[in-house]
């Protein structure tokens, strides 16, 4: 027992005094953090940033940012390349009698015609040129600028993809941590697969459009009226809206009255989306207009 | 009996394989408590609405056994503008309506009215009853809801057509809006008449919207501040008929007039008390003045105020329990509120300029005045502890505001200075809506009678 106890308080001491020996300190060095304004805005806010305004003028696609822009090239054609390993070979063997005549690259050939030495290293110069402009050709490609050389005819995979992308083509190459806050044309909007925050907006801004609540109340608390409505897919109302809250007062029936009247005259409440009528199909709306009454 | 018991042999698992089997068990449970999206109704809440005027459609009366068949329209356009000029409602012009009302008691074509945009529709009749008398009855609908609102009938003597459309209106403002109306009221003013220099004043009471007016003095005596009784047809007024002025009693209709109270000073600003039993005024003695209170029965006064000061232009507030009046006790002209029985006044008002012409509104919840700052007068309201001032209109030179009876609309005078003379004005609660009243001649001192049914 003695023993055990003298080699624990050892061990313990020896530790504790390795502990204070080996922690004793640098200061931990943090880089120096460049500082990044944020703002923090509500969901709300962030769907109205991003609504578009089917008004505003046509800006113009940001093109992705490059730091020097290489000549030109006419898009690469594959099967180009596959014919002219070909080309190559034959001229090796044997001059080839006439070139086939290519529509799309007449220049590329026209070079390897007459110097078909020089072909390989520029044609590998040329495989390595085209890796470069491939993103930036994914960009261009889908905005349909008329370039002189046209493509149309010839099967291109990479054409494909652009066709099978589903993104909008004005994003930006940089998407997803910009906000695109000037009103454009086109701009697009956030749409997931739940009933999203602009559409819940676009209703309740329809709504309180068409709702005049008597003004000059009293209580105001008695203006309160909830109502429940059930939709059809195409937005227009199932059957006569149930009012939840009840009263008998004058005031009261009034204010009910010019709640029902604002979700009749609201049909057909065509901003929400069909492929979300489940969520939207049965809405329950509480018209408080507290906050206009003010003493 | 040989109890037998059921034993279940469970396969034989080694301990690894319970473990595995019971975490599996227990992931399979969690996974069903996962939270499934609700098919739970969506909720939205709505806290902005748009103010905006109730568009009603109003076809012409019809009339039955009327013998001037004009009476039916006149009806119609007596509604149309009552509910116009309270700034809450827009008539839409009749010719647009597309479908024609004949008969009052079927259901109308609620698409031929939602076409024309139109909220609410009124339809109604008028006949001749056959004791002589004039039968009116009206119906409500609320358009886009494709419902019947209200609808009332009503039996009077045949000349009180317009008091008819006058109730009609009230009837359909407080089923849209919720408050009363006022429309069923008349207006007691002073009507000033001939050149500046030598005005002459007389007493006039008029229909809320201008029409059947009636002079009730000559204009042989000067006469101010005329003001309603609540609860009988009487007015009570300031003359300064045989030198000085005294308070004066008039009943509407019989004419006779009674000087209240035989006080050795003056007597200003006279009004009534909710109830109608007494009157309260302001009695000036020896260049100070202080605010009695009269009981009209047994004729006994009460002094509610004695101070230094100059303390007049008293109202009551609608319980009765207190009252508010203009004192300059602390310097300036302001407004304190008292109890009814005297005691200690809280001052309310403390902004810049004067403060005159307190009124209390007949909903208790305001106390309309009179401002004076920098050369511009101001009609204003305030809420009774002081809080919520709020000017409605401001110019030179607005004076004397008096509620309607539902505490919606106030009337003042306007005296533009110059050789005009002063015009009476309306303006909504919420400071919009600002219209002038039509008086045959220059009006000023307008009071609002209460409603008359």
């Not at chain 1, 969901?43 to 822009?69: C, H, I, R, W, Y």
């Not at chain 2, 008349?186 to 007016?213: C, W």
């Not at chain 2, 302001?334 to 309310?348: E, H, L, N, S």
């Amino acid at each position: 027992m003695r023993t055990g106890i003298t080699i624990s308080t050892v061990g313990h001491a020896a530790a504790l005094l390795w502990g204070v020996l080996t922690f004793a300190t640098t200061p931990y060095k943090s880089d120096t953090l460049e500082a990044m304004p944020i703002d923090v805005i509500s969901a709300k806010d962030f769907s109205q940033l991003t609504a578009g305004s089917k008004n505003a003028p046509k800006v113009e696609a940001a093109k992705p940012l490059v730091e020097k822009t290489g000549p030109a090239k006419p898009p690469e054609d594959p099967s180009a390349k596959v014919v002219d390993t070909k080309e190559i070979k034959a001229a090796t063997d044997a001059p080839p009698p006439v070139p086939e005549p290519k529509p799309k690259t007449p220049a590329p050939t026209e070079k390897k015609q007459s110097e078909p030495k020089r072909d390989l290293i520029a044609d590998a110069l040329k495989k390595e040129d085209t890796k470069k402009p491939e993103p930036k050709k994914e960009a261009k490609a889908p905005t349909p600028p008329k370039k002189p050389v046209q493509e149309q005819p010839k099967f291109d995979p990479r054409k494909v993809e652009a066709l099978l992308d589903k993104r909008a083509p004005q994003r930006l190459a940089a998407t997803g941590d910009m906000i695109n806050s000037t009103l454009s044309l086109g701009a697009p909007s956030g749409m997931a697969a739940q009933l999203s925050q602009s559409e819940l907006d676009a209703l309740r801004a329809r709504l309180a459009q068409l709702w005049s609540p008597p003004a000059g109340a009293k209580t105001p608390e008695e203006l309160i009226v909830a109502i429940r409505m059930k939709l059809n897919p195409d937005g227009t109302l199932a059957g006569p809206p149930i009012v939840l809250t009840s009263g008998k007062t004058q005031l009261f029936m009034a204010s009910r009255d010019s709640a029902m009247r604002a979700v009749f005259r609201g049909q057909p409440f065509d901003m929400l989306r069909p492929e979300h009528y489940e969520q939207w199909k049965d809405i329950e709306i509480t018209f408080d207009p507290r906050d206009m009454i003010r003493g | 009996m040989t109890k037998r018991s059921v034993t279940i042999e469970l396969p034989h698992l080694s301990r690894r394989r319970m473990l595995l089997l019971g975490s599996a068990v227990a992931a399979g449970s969690l996974a069903g408590l996962a939270p499934r999206p609700a098919s739970a109704v969506l909720k939205l809440d709505v806290t902005q609405g748009n103010i905006q005027p109730i568009s009603i459609a109003l076809p012409d009366f019809t009339g039955l056994g009327l013998p001037d068949p004009a009476t039916s329209r006149a009806v119609t356009q007596i509604i149309a503008a009552n509910l116009q000029r309270s700034g809450l409602f827009a008539p839409i012009n009749q010719a647009a309506y597309i479908e024609k009302i004949s008969n009052i008691d079927a259901t109308p074509r609620f698409p031929d009215w939602r076409q024309i945009n139109a909220q609410a529709l009124v339809t109604g009749r008028l006949s001749r009853l056959q004791d002589g008398r004039l039968g009116g009855e009206f119906r409500l609908w609320d358009v886009f809801a494709g419902q019947y609102l209200d609808g009332k009938q009503y039996q009077t003597p045949f000349d009180n057509w317009r008091r008819v459309a006058h109730i009609i209106s009230d009837a359909i403002y407080e089923r849209l809006t919720g408050d009363k109306g006022y429309f069923d009221t008349r207006i007691v003013f002073v009507d000033e008449s001939g050149p500046k220099e030598r005005r002459v004043k007389r007493l006039a009471l008029m229909d809320q919207d201008g029409a059947n007016i009636r002079y009730l003095t000559r204009g042989d005596e000067l006469v101010l501040t005329p003001r309603f009784s609540p609860s009988t047809q009487e007015i009570t007024y300031m003359s300064y008929g045989q030198g000085h002025p005294r308070v004066v009693l008039l009943n509407i209709e019989t004419g006779q007039r009674e000087i209240v109270g035989n006080f050795p000073g003056m007597t200003f600003s006279p009004r009534f008390s909710p109830d109608g039993q007494r009157v309260i005024m302001s009695l000036q003695q020896a260049g100070n003045s202080n605010i009695f209170t009269m009981d009209l029965r047994s004729r006994a006064t009460t002094r509610l105020t004695d101070t230094s000061a100059i303390d007049t232009a008293p109202s009551y507030a609608p319980d009765g329990a207190r009252i508010c009046f203009e004192s300059d006790r602390g310097g300036k002209q302001q407004i304190y509120v008292m109890g009814a029985q005297g005691g200690a006044a809280q001052r309310i008002t403390f902004g810049e300029g004067t403060y005159s012409t307190p009124v209390w509104s007949p909903r208790g919840d305001y106390i309309a005045f009179t401002k004076q700052s920098q050369g511009r007068f101001a009609i204003g309201i305030i809420k009774p502890d002081g809080s919520g001032e709020r000017i409605l209109t401001e110019g030179y030179h607005n004076e004397g505001p008096t509620w309607a009876p539902n505490g919606r609309v106030l009337m003042f005078f306007r005296d533009p200075g110059g050789s005009a003379g002063p015009t009476l004005y309306t303006v909504d609660v919420t400071g919009r809506n600002e219209q002038r009243t039509p008086t045959p001649s220059y009006a000023s001192d307008p009071a609002w009678s209460p409603l008359l049914t």
